[in-house]
């Protein structure tokens, strides 16, 4: 009897040796094809380290010039803030003087934004007498009265004075509005003027007003609201 081929006979070494060539074949292939992507990965991350460095660069380019600039306008801002105190210092001197009586006190630091002379005189040396001989005016300096400013233009503020209970004290009824009493003052605020409008409420009683025009033993009850000292 004829003895039957196994299927798992062992190969021959023609054919191990096509495999293993076979299987070189592949693995070279698969190399290549590494070889490519990494030389393609290896580009890609050239150019982005590019891209990196290029923004990078332009960040600090645009940062130190932002700096530059921040550094100039915070001179600039210091520079007009020592005007603007200068400017204040020299409105508040001038607002003395105008509104201030002869016997008010300066400052001395404020005086001398006007009179820089007087800073640099020698006060070790007398001053100089007046010839007796000079003409001199005997006729007295007339004094105008207090100048009168113009508020149209000023910004305004008003303030309403109330009272809180307007009932008559004497009999008990409601106050009613009589009139109102404005007051204008004008105050120095920083950098400008502000007129304050004060606008005292005024009430009466009408009952006792009536009884007291009528001759009876009444007082006219009037109520100003309470203001504080200007």
């Known amino acids: 009897m004829k003895r039957k081929s196994s299927k798992t ?3 021959t070494p023609e054919q191990q040796i096509a495999m293993l060539q076979a299987q070189l074949a592949s693995l070279a292939r698969d190399n290549e094809t590494l070889a490519r992507d990494n030389s393609m990965l290896i580009a890609e991350a050239a150019r982005l380290a590019a891209e ?17 600039k921040m550094e100039g306008y915070e001179t600039k801002i210091e520079s007009l803030e020592a005007r603007m105190a200068r400017l204040v ?17 300066v400052i001395p ?14 006060a070790s040396k ?7 001989t000079s003409k001199t005016s005997t006729k ?29 004290s004497q009999c008990g009824e409601s106050l ?15 950098a400008h003027l502000v007129v304050e409008e004060h606008r ?31």
């Open 52 to 68: 990196k460095a290029h923004v990078v660069a332009e960040k600090v380019s645009v940062m130190a010039e932002m700096s530059a």
């Open 176 to 190: 009613s509005k009589m009139k109102i009493e404005v007051t204008e003052v004008i105050r120095l605020v920083p």
């Open 109 to 122: 630091d404020q005086l001398s934004l006007f009179n820089d002379v007087e800073v640099w005189a020698d």
């Open 140 to 168: 007295p300096r007339k004094r105008g009265g207090r100048r009168r400013i113009n508020t149209a233009n000023l910004e305004r503020v008003i303030i309403e004075h109330t009272i809180k209970d307007p009932s008559c």
């Open 200 to 230: 005292r409420h005024v009430y009466k009683c009408s009952s006792c007003c009536k009884a007291n025009a009528a001759g009876d033993d009444v007082s006219a009850q009037i109520v100003r609201a309470p203001m504080p000292t200007l």
């Open 89 to 105: 210092e020299m409105l508040k001197l001038a607002n003395m003087r105008f509104f201030g009586s002869k016997s008010e006190k």
């Open 126 to 132: 007398e001053e100089p007498e007046l010839d007796s």
């Open 9 to 11: 006979d062992p190969l």
